[in-house]
């Protein structure tokens, strides 16, 4: 059942997804991880790819930058394709000490000051969970295989928080019962859709950016240095 953003089957998209941002980012992951690979959807430059991994059927599939995109994308698999399961995989900047540059964050809440649940159901609310089926799978498969990830609560942010001038001032804003490790752009509004529509979400993210320490990583080591988190993606999505 096609959407206007989604040209694909119901049957070309498996019951599992792994969602980056970045279009490049799904194409890089079915050329170099996964084996019988189709193109599914290529709508706005959405590439979708299914293909298998060590055996079993997934999707990868571009999610685009920001809760609005994000938002559409997971919603149409949820509620239209039957997909079960959205890992999403991205990128952050880190607040703490404790997370240095490529390390792996497995998020167990996101924050944002967004008004996405607002807008979609007139639920005023602002913080959710990720689904603990697949925090806790990410969580042993990460022991089994020695991929190490911090478990943090994150804010889902609506800018790209190194073009925020005095950014102190948006961490000054949060609840100061939330204690947030990072930020990033997407996660809130996927986890409200799995938790809307019954079905699973969880996200992984890398540390491109230090924010107190004003480190970064170029943007030939985001794309090529971002292995190890699609490796404990592509091998928790399995076990599912």
Do not use: W
């Amino acid at each position: 059942m096609p959407t206007p953003h989604n040209e694909a089957q119901i049957e070309d998209i498996a019951k599992t997804v792994i969602m980056p941002g970045d279009p490049l980012r799904a194409k890089y992951i079915a050329d170099n991880f996964l084996e019988n690979v189709r193109l599914v959807n290529s709508v706005r430059g959405m590439y979708t790819y299914t293909g298998t991994y060590k055996g079993t059927e997934l999707t990868v599939m571009a999610s685009g930058m920001g809760i609005p995109s994000i938002g559409i994308y997971s919603y149409e698999l949820y509620h239209f394709y039957n997909v079960e399961n959205i890992i999403r995989i991205g990128t952050c900047g880190a607040f703490t000490e404790d997370i240095d540059l490529l390390d792996i964050i497995l998020v167990d809440k996101s924050y944002t000051e967004s008004n996405y649940a607002l807008s979609f159901d007139n639920v005023d609310k602002h913080l959710e969970e990720a689904s603990s089926y697949l925090n806790s799978t990410i969580e042993s498969t990460s022991n089994d295989i020695g991929i190490r990830c911090h478990k943090k609560t994150t804010l889902c942010n609506e800018c790209f928080d190194p073009y925020i001038p005095n950014f102190k001032i948006n961490l000054d804003r949060i609840p100061k019962n939330i204690q947030v490790a990072a930020s990033e752009m997407e996660a809130f509004a996927l986890f409200y859709n799995a938790k809307r529509e019954g079905k699973n979400a969880a996200c992984l993210l890398s540390a491109v950016d230090a924010i107190t320490t004003k480190r970064s990583l170029s943007a030939q080591e985001r794309q090529n240095g971002l292995n190890a988190m699609i490796k404990l993606a592509l091998e928790s999505a399995i076990r599912l």
